[in-house]
């Protein structure tokens, strides 16, 4: 069971495809599976289990699998459009919605599983894989940056308080594609190499990009490019959305450890599941190399709805921080914050003009560490 229960993505990314290629109606399946995947995730007990799982070359199958399947979509999708040169508006709507939302779940955990482990072809494919949401540099900026910053103000991924799901996102879409470009053109420089020179990876993510849009173009023409970038488009901003649920308001000192509190968790099966563990990940951010099958659920966790229903009251940002993000904080605040965090935490409750909630107080605090 737990080794099977993986292949759910794969499953969903075969059931859209299929989708494709019959056409009508049922180009709608990917995109009417994230309220579906939604609800019942909503009704479904938290799952605590440590997975069984002794065989890692097993275990890694679905994500391989995802990781393959997300390009397949889109090129199923160009033949859609090849097939239906009078298809409707609204089944336009469908097919770029559908290969947008799987460009999210399930490949992004898919490709984030592949390229956090060791291993230069597992590396290539989790890297190449993004061209689905317009960023094979991604896991540039994710490991070197996010790894490091997490919960700090200087991780991208990472939203203050206050900050709503529409403002945060363009902004981490920018952070995290800049921060990728520098770190690349540091490391190219600390080689003796040119910022910009030709091993940089932008410049191959771009050709790898051509290629595959040259392909889209040979099957269904310039429509098929048109909803093929479409899709990714909506996927670039989405996956960066996901991370506003993962690490908001959460406070750390830079430099300090990174503890299995400085995450959130949604631990519901579905969030789980189609999320390969990234929606567990209190021990990722401590061994970013354990396989997602090894992370254990945080038993001390602070809890947190699931994944699915923390994006769709996101998308109504006085619903999400009163109903959702502020209880969590709250108690975040005065059950496992440091006194330094809590300091930093009561800075930023006051820019966004939130409650100063907390049962200890940080004065009090540096008084008698001054005296």
């Not at 299929?18 to 007990?45: E, R």
Request: charged content about 20%; overall charge positive.
């Amino acid at each position: 069971m737990d080794y099977g229960r993986y292949y759910l993505g794969a499953v969903l990314q075969l059931a859209v495809i299929a989708s494709f290629l019959v056409g009508g109606s049922w180009v709608w399946i990917g995109i009417a599976s994230l309220p579906a995947f939604g609800l019942i995730d909503s009704i479904l007990p938290n799952d605590f289990r440590v997975r069984r799982i002794t065989n890692k070359a097993l275990a890694d199958i679905p994500a391989w699998l995802c990781s393959l399947l997300g390009p397949v979509v889109y090129i199923a999708a160009a033949i859609w459009v090849a097939r239906n040169p009078g298809a409707s508006a609204l089944d336009y709507v469908g097919v770029i919605a559908s290969c947008a939302w799987l460009s999210v779940i399930p490949l992004v955990p898919a490709t984030h599983e592949l390229y956090h482990q060791r291993g230069k072809l597992r590396r290539f494919v989790g890297r190449y894989a993004q061209i689905c949401y317009l960023d094979c540099t991604r896991e540039i900026a994710h490991v070197v940056g996010h790894h490091i910053h997490v919960a700090t103000e200087l991780d991208g991924d990472t939203a203050p308080r206050g900050t709503s799901l529409y403002a945060f996102t363009p902004k981490a879409v920018i952070h995290s594609t800049l921060e990728a470009w520098r770190s690349e053109s540091d490391n190219l420089e600390a080689m003796g190499k040119g910022r910009w020179s030709l091993g940089h990876r932008l410049y191959k993510a771009i050709l790898i990009q051509l290629v595959f849009q040259t392909g889209i173009h040979l099957i269904g023409g310039w429509t098929a490019n048109a909803v093929v970038l479409a899709g990714m488009v909506g996927a670039r901003f989405w996956v960066e959305s996901f991370n506003y649920f993962q690490h908001y308001g959460l406070i750390r000192l830079p430099g300090a450890q990174i503890d299995r509190r400085h995450v959130w968790n949604h631990l519901k099966p579905l969030s789980r599941t189609l999320g390969f563990e990234i929606t567990n990940h209190a021990d990722h951010h401590t061994n970013s190399f354990a396989a997602f099958h090894e992370l254990k659920p945080d038993t001390k966790w602070i809890p947190m709805p699931s994944v699915f229903v923390c994006f769709f009251s996101a998308l109504i940002p006085p619903v999400w921080h009163n109903l959702v993000i502020k209880p969590a904080l709250k108690r975040w605040d005065n059950e496992l914050a440091s006194p330094e965090e809590r300091a930093l935490a009561r800075e930023q409750n006051r820019r966004a003009g939130w409650p100063d909630w907390f049962e200890d107080k940080t004065e009090a605090v540096g008084m008698a560490a001054a005296a």
